[in-house]
Nanobody, 119 residues
């Protein structure tokens, strides 16, 4: 049974930082592209960042580029999202997701962690 468990969310002031973690189990972690998505109240879920199985060539949404860093530790089956210079518009539930390299759709999703940025 595949599980993705996010942690690290919370309440932070604008300009602050957070580091989100996603621990994966039940899959061969190194075979999966890992992504972070977010969904703000009343909005659709949107892509934030993704990282390949090797950790190279990460991709970022324009809205977080320069403020976010995605990384992974295959030995710990964990993917991270470091968010700096947080803005109120970053407030959302953040989800991690996993997909095989050969498949475009994300197969597995976590339950999400709430990030709230106060102005």
């Amino acid at each position: 049974q595949v599980q993705l468990v996010e942690s690290g969310g919370g309440l932070v002031q604008a300009g602050g930082s957070l580091r989100l973690s996603c621990a994966a189990s039940g899959l061969t972690f190194s075979r999966y592209v890992m992504g972070w998505f977010r969904q703000a109240p009343g909005k659709e879920r949107e892509f934030v960042a993704a990282i390949s199985w090797s950790g190279g060539t990460p991709a970022y949404a324009d809205s977080v580029k320069g403020r976010a860093t995605i990384s992974r530790d295959n030995a710990k089956n964990t993917v991270y999202l470091q968010m700096n210079s947080l803005k109120p518009e970053d407030t959302a539930v953040y989800y991690c997701a996993a997909r095989l390299v050969t498949i475009s759709e994300y197969d597995y999703w976590g339950q999400g962690t709430q990030v709230t940025v106060s102005s």
